[in-house]
């Protein structure tokens, strides 16, 4: 149930960004928002043992993100890639948690 409500909050706060940047408090305060929320995620639901799903989807979504791809669809592309961007900032988040994990439980044995 906690993950789904990570969730749910990560996707409403990228919603709010992509489409109306700094409405309710600061870019800087959502973006801090979102990379707490994708560590916390990734704490939660993803096993850092077996985490190719996770890592793949990562990169995926972040190259798209990067190269604004969905900006070339007319009329709501780049509301779309508004909203992409910190999205993938949750995910990339995630990504450090992972390490942390993996890391951990190879020290640990």
Do not use: C, Q, W
């Not at 149930?1 to 409403?12: G, K, L, P, Y």
């Not at 704490?43 to 077996?50: G, K, L, P, R, W």
């Amino acid at each position: 149930m906690a993950t789904r409500i990570v969730v749910i909050v990560s996707v409403i706060l990228a919603l709010l960004e992509g489409l109306f940047p700094g409405a309710l408090i600061s870019s800087a305060l959502t973006m801090m928002a979102l990379a707490i929320l994708g560590l916390l995620y990734a704490h939660m639901a993803v096993d850092a043992e077996d985490a190719t799903g996770y890592l793949a989807v990562t990169i995926a979504v972040g190259a798209a993100s990067g190269m604004d791809v969905l900006s070339n669809i007319p009329a709501i592309g780049a509301s779309l890639d508004a909203i992409l961007d910190p999205i993938s900032t949750v995910l990339y988040a995630g990504v450090a948690t992972i390490l942390v994990k993996r890391v951990a439980a190879r020290i640990g044995g």
